[in-house]
């Protein structure tokens, strides 16, 4: 898995857009682009994935570069209970979570 | 998506028992699982990979006769920690996966507890 490197905390406002960042400069052509999440105590729970398209789901966006060396993943209206550690991965084989970034969305 | 369970969710043990931990997919046929152990305050570690009917792939610095899994069936797999320790207190989750890691399933955890 390529390494990924991401801020470690952030703050946001509630109602506002949360934009998190991702690098991933080494990753490889085959490796996509997971965002994860982590509520204190729970186990991860999938938000969205990319190759090399922009994505959207219900719960976020993932905004990939074109030199897929980095991402954005938006939660577009952060809520409180989106506070959470949130991982970005880049694998193709098995997940290494690193650090994340822990999100703490505030009224 | 697929629901994933684990049993049991907070398991309390003292020091030199086994524990078994069993992860389950209710709806979804797994070829390939993987177990995760998480310290507090720190991130998910990979331990190992089990593919159905073969033995598992262990991580580096993981002891693979103390982490014993057992990939029984395509919804079925069991991590038993033998004579556990205190070190061994933590967070252990499992995933799921199909042919990809697009259809990948984590379970909700289980914590261990050694006394």
């Known amino acids: 898995d390529a390494k990924t490197t991401q801020p470690t905390s952030m703050d946001c406002a509630e109602g506002r857009a949360a934009n998190l960042p991702c690098n991933h400069s080494?990753?490889?052509?085959?490796?996509?682009v997971y965002w994860y999440r982590q509520i204190h105590s729970q186990g991860p729970q999938y938000i969205i994935h990319?190759?090399?398209n922009n994505e959207t789901n219900e719960m976020a966006s993932l905004i990939i570069t074109e030199d897929r060396k980095s991402s954005t993943l938006i939660l577009p209206h952060a809520t409180l209970r989106d506070t959470a550690v949130y991982y970005c991965?880049?694998?193709?084989?098995?997940?290494?979570f690193g650090a994340g970034t822990r999100l703490t969305v505030k009224p | 998506g697929a629901v994933v369970s684990q049993h049991p969710s907070w398991v309390i043990c003292k020091s030199g028992t086994s524990v078994k931990i069993e992860c389950r997919s209710l709806d979804f046929q797994a070829t390939t699982m993987f177990w995760y152990r998480q310290f507090p305050k720190q991130s998910l570690m990979l331990m190992a990979t089990s593919n159905e009917g073969s033995k598992a792939t262990y991580e580096q610095g993981v002891e693979k006769d103390k982490f014993l899994i057992n990939h029984a069936s395509l919804t079925l797999s069991t991590l038993t920690v033998t004579s556990a320790h205190p070190e061994d207190s933590s967070f252990y989750i499992c995933t799921l996966a199909g042919g990809n890691l697009d259809e990948q399933f984590f379970g909700p955890g289980t914590r261990l507890t050694v006394l």
């Open positions: 991965i880049a694998a193709d084989n098995d997940m290494r």
């Open positions: 080494t990753i490889s052509g085959n490796e996509y």
């Open positions: 990319g190759l090399k």
